[in-house]
């Protein structure tokens, strides 16, 4: 195990290798796809066993990420899918949860180049947003301040109102099963995206217009999730369907001997794939778009 300085408490101290990701959803992407296998659109000719892991934190920090994770999959997660209730009250642990997450995302994306263009004054606000995450995660700031966290659940859809945006054929599995991340930027706003299969976070780093959102928003103590009236900008939706697109892109660059294999695993799998959450959503995009569901050369992120 290697040494060195743990990212979230700064405490030289032996370094655990954690998930980017909460290895949860993985494991119900995995269990839930019918096959028992998932793939991802940045590497679709390759199964993906467990997802991004880093060596970031000490054992204590680990364990204190690890609690509010725990209770957002069990007070959360797999209740909404499972349908248990149309309301879910929530308690402290969820605020922690998000931020932990648009954390983690930011800081995946900071070893990368995608932060490098950023002009000195989104620059220092990234470094801000950071520095407020990170205290309060380990508890020295009561809330995260202008850094908001919302959570916009996602179930299938079945159509839409707004008919000038032409979605893509497997938006439904998009929405419902894919695990996604991003920086999100345009001149009027910044935030973290982070997709966990039903769920969407994200962290703000700037918003010009707070008013363009609401209903997502995660207070600190407690609040419901239910079905209501979430608002966001238009231009959220054709993001969030791009998003989409671009997986299903991915996805048909598959070659032709990985296809052949989802083939196969589907023909040994088609007793535990009918019924399963990945058959629903393909079931969804069905009834929405007919055969056009299927251009796709693989289903996206699932193998069918
Ligand atoms: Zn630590």
């Not at 000195?120 to 470094?127: F, G, K, V, W």
Request: aromatic share 12%; glycine share 8%; proline share 5%.
């Amino acid at each position: 195990m290697p040494h060195g300085q743990c990212r979230l408490c700064d405490v030289e101290s032996s370094l655990q290798l954690s998930h980017v990701l909460p290895a949860f959803v993985i494991r119900w992407l995995r269990e839930s796809s019918g096959t028992g296998h998932i793939r991802t659109g940045t590497s679709p000719n390759r199964r993906v066993q467990d997802g991004p892991k880093r060596y970031w934190l000490c054992a204590l920090c680990e364990s204190l990420l690890g609690r509010s994770e725990d209770q957002f999959a069990k007070g959360l997660f797999y209740p909404y899918i499972k349908g248990e209730s149309s309301q879910f009250v929530y308690g402290e642990w969820l605020l922690h949860f998000c931020v932990s997450i648009s954390w983690r995302v930011l800081q995946r994306y900071k070893e990368g180049a995608a932060l490098k263009d950023y002009e000195p004054d989104a620059a220092a606000r990234i470094a801000e947003a950071e520095r407020t995450w990170k205290a309060f995660l380990v508890g020295q700031l009561p809330h995260p301040g202008p850094f908001q966290q919302h959570l916009i659940p996602f179930d299938g859809i079945e159509a839409v109102s707004n008919q000038s945006e032409i979605l893509s054929p497997n938006i439904n599995r998009y929405l419902m099963r894919t695990m996604d991340t991003d920086i999100v930027r345009s001149r009027t706003t910044n935030f973290v995206y982070a997709k966990l299969g039903r769920f969407v976070i994200l962290g703000f780093i700037h918003e010009d217009r707070p008013s363009r959102w609401s209903g997502a928003k995660v207070h600190v103590r407690t609040g419901r999730i239910e079905p209501r009236r979430y608002t966001m900008p238009k231009e959220f939706f054709s993001y969030v369907n791009s998003k989409a697109r671009r997986e299903a892109e991915l996805i048909s660059g598959l070659s032709p001997r990985q296809a052949e294999k989802i083939g196969e695993a589907y023909r040994e799998n088609i007793n535990a794939f009918i019924g399963s959450d990945a058959f629903i959503a393909m079931k969804n995009d069905r009834r929405m778009f007919g055969e056009a569901a299927f251009i796709l050369r693989g289903p996206a992120k699932e193998e069918l």
